[in-house]
């Protein structure tokens, strides 16, 4: 419903803006000449760049569509910063026209340009940096009732979104950077494709992947885009009764090495750690939204061991906090990925990222070690969560 909604504002989006960008074009005493001779060739780029992200929705699977997803992503963020600044300036240039009684304008071409060269700018930053991974480093405290528990080095990464944008050298620098950190565990807190889409030469991620190394092994959940959907603009527009993990991505996962937890646990440490892992709440994976309540899911664990929970999104904390949880490790909410996200995800979003101590038990958010839809990152960056826990 909300891809649906989505699509119709970007159509209306792309209609007025474009026309709009035609308006000034008209009106500017800039490039006069080359503005009228190439007003067909503008109309046509216009038309395509707005059809390609449909395209990569729509279209059945084929290399075109992944294609379009692709080139529709970065089009999607583009357009997020062109949109606006050029509503703004060219209203500016043709009100300040229009008190000079000037028809055409320099000053009207300028907002344009004004508009365009920010926009690309920000676009190229944002691909730039979506490609680099910073290392963060928490400490937390847990009280465990056996003394012989030694500190703990979990890292935590998550939301590796591992489809048609995403890359194998990002993906291969992550493990390096997992790695160097010499781990006793770690945890992947879902989201580690992004549907099924466009997913070309799996085995150059899963050979990386399955270099990761650690005391206790690599252990991963399911988040809401582990699952077959057709999206635009990020937004799924396919009902979640056809959402369902695929073959594909079980063997991807078998041949990555990592130990899903589809609401189950394991216990580390020889008995002496409890690590629990909860299906999405929001996609399962079988076509429906259920799974476990938070009681049932630590219904049997054994409460004198530490209790972790792996949670993609982080959701239900008092539930799990009062369940007898003491750390819960969680992605998705890629602290807003690209500006303006990470001023307005943080308002819809609790926990947003970061570590708070909820009643007692370590809320643990991580941006994340990919990107979601454009290839990008401004102003937040990819990490990998490094954290180091004492037991007393
Ligand atoms: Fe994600």
New binding site residues.
């Given amino acids: 419903m909300l891809g649906k909604i989505f699509l119709v504002v970007y159509l209306i989006a792309q209609v007025g803006v474009s026309l709009v960008t035609e308006y000034v074009w008209e009106r500017n005493d800039l490039v006069k000449d080359i503005g009228k001779k190439t007003r067909v060739l503008r109309i046509a780029i216009y038309t395509i760049l707005a059809i390609i992200p449909m395209l990569g929705a729509y279209l059945p699977r084929s290399s075109f569509k992944y294609y379009c997803l692709g080139i529709g992503n970065i089009w999607f963020a583009f357009f997020m910063y062109y949109a606006p600044l050029v509503l703004i300036f060219s209203l500016i240039a043709v009100i300040i026209a229009k008190a000079r009684k000037k028809t055409r304008s320099r000053l009207v071409g300028f907002s344009l340009f004004a508009a365009f060269v920010p926009a690309l700018l920000m676009s190229a930053y944002g691909l730039y940096h979506g490609q680099e991974i910073k290392v963060v480093n928490e400490q937390i405290t847990i009280n465990a009732e056996d003394d012989s528990l030694e500190d703990l080095r979990v890292v935590l990464i998550?939301?590796l979104?591992i489809s048609v944008n995403s890359r194998p050298a990002l993906t291969e620098q992550m493990v390096e950077l997992v790695n160097e950190q010499d781990p006793d565990l770690i945890l992947v807190a879902?989201?580690i494709f992004t549907s099924n889409m466009g997913m070309t030469h799996p085995e150059l991620y899963t050979d990386a992947l399955s270099q990761m190394h650690s005391t206790y092994g690599v252990y991963a959940v399911g988040?809401?885009?582990d699952v077959d959907e057709n999206l635009f603009g990020g937004f799924s527009v396919s009902p979640i009764s056809e959402a369902f993990r695929t073959q594909e991505m079980d063997d991807f996962l078998d041949a990555a090495g990592f130990t899903m937890l589809y609401d189950e646990g394991v216990t580390l440490a020889d008995g002496r750690i409890t690590l629990l892992g909860r299906l999405d709440e929001s996609k399962a994976g079988d076509g429906t939204s259920d799974r476990l309540s938070v009681e049932d899911l630590l219904s049997d664990a054994d409460q004198s061991t530490p209790i972790f929970v792996i949670e993609h999104e982080p959701v239900e904390m008092d539930e799990l906090s009062a369940a007898g949880a003491d750390a819960v490790f969680c992605?998705?909410t890629?602290n807003g990925q690209i500006f303006p996200g990470n001023v307005i995800v943080p308002i819809f979003n609790e926990y947003c990222y970061g570590i708070e101590d909820v009643n007692g038990m370590y809320a643990i958010v991580t941006a994340?070690a990919g990107y979601?839809g454009p290839p990008m990152r401004i102003g937040t960056d990819n990490e990998v969560m490094v954290i180091d826990i004492t037991f007393n």
């Fill in positions: 998550a939301d979104h879902g989201d988040g809401n885009h992605g998705h890629h994340g979601y």
